[in-house]
């Protein structure tokens, strides 16, 4: 089993920047993918951001490349999201996800989900 923990979410302007943490916990070298997804109120849960852990291939997803950087430290298992230029439509809930091999942008692909970080940006 992996366990995630995400920290970091918090109340920012409109414009400025904040860096998600994820520490994932017990068999984590079973995992292959981690990555984040995000859940706005009254919207559908989107994919954000996901890297294999060798660092081969990142994924991200259109209304966010450009601004958010997912990284991670494969030493400490802990992987990371830098949010810059936040804009009121990046509040959401921001979850943690790891698992296997399938299609990045799938959320079936990520057996692990974290309890998620609220991230809010007012304009």
């Known amino acids: 089993q992996v366990q995630l923990a995400e920290s970091g979410g918090g109340l920012v302007q409109a414009g400025g920047s904040l860096r998600l943490s994820c520490a994932a916990s017990?068999?984590?070298?079973?995992?292959?993918?981690m990555g984040w997804f995000r859940q706005a109120p009254g919207k559908e849960r989107e994919f954000v951001a996901a890297?294999?852990?060798?660092?081969?291939?990142?994924y991200y997803a259109d209304s966010v490349k450009g601004r958010f950087r997912i990284s991670r430290d494969n030493a400490k298992n802990t992987l990371y999201l830098q949010m810059n230029s936040l804009t009121a439509e990046d509040t959401a809930v921001y979850y943690c996800?790891?698992?296997?091999?399938?299609?990045?942008?799938?959320?079936?692909?990520?057996?692990?989900w974290g309890q998620g970080t609220q991230v809010t940006v007012s304009s």
């Open positions: 890297m294999t852990w060798s660092g081969s291939n990142t």
């Open positions: 017990g068999r984590t070298f079973s995992t292959y993918k």
């Open positions: 996800v790891a698992g296997g091999g399938g299609e990045a942008y799938y959320p079936g692909t990520y057996g692990y």
